[in-house]
């Protein structure tokens, strides 16, 4: 990365300045204050010598981080290789909805079927409820932020919308 770019610690996105602007405060993504606001700051010293905090946090034990953990932490190839995997299961979908909280494109990870226990409301006007008992919703998961998100599955959304086009008749 060169010194202008960022990598937002809430959303894990790269964030780009301006130069001509300087360093964002906010993300553009996912909105969080950027800084050093709620952060702590590692230096770590060459040759296998111990960490040091910026802050005095005597909780904190510096025997518990490996090198090697942090050399797996900084390993851009396994970032690369996540990003590849995200790529190849992004270009399987027919569909990529938003992800509300970061902005990136989700992942289709699945169908779920509504418990019996959900007691759909019924609109006195429409004498009718929105949603079957047992309606199904997709299941996307966001592989920025790790949000889930469901949305009614086909068949279930046209058959509201049917619904509603039917009483909007009326």
């Known amino acids: ?91 399987t979908q027919e569909e990529a909805p938003e992800c509300t909280s970061c902005h990136n494109l989700m992942l289709f990870a699945g169908t779920r079927t509504m418990s019996p226990d959900f007691v759909p409301v019924v609109p006195s006007k429409l004498k009718q409820s929105l949603l079957k008992p047992s309606h199904s919703s997709q299941v996307y998961v966001c592989p920025s932020c790790f949000k889930i998100d469901h949305f009614i599955a086909d068949d279930d959304r046209n058959a509201m919308i049917e619904l509603l086009k039917e009483h909007g008749k009326r």
């Open 1 to 91: 990365m060169t010194q202008l770019d960022h990598l937002c610690p809430w959303c894990q996105t790269e964030i780009v300045w301006d130069p001509e602007i300087g360093p964002e405060d906010t993300c553009p993504h996912c909105f969080n204050e950027l800084g050093e606001y709620r952060s702590v700051s590692l230096k770590v010293k060459t040759d296998g010598e111990q960490l040091l905090f910026d802050e005095d946090d005597e909780d904190l034990d510096d025997e518990d981080v490996d090198d090697e953990d942090l050399e797996d932490m900084e390993d851009e190839e396994t970032f690369d290789d996540y990003e590849e995997g995200v790529q190849l299961v992004m270009d």
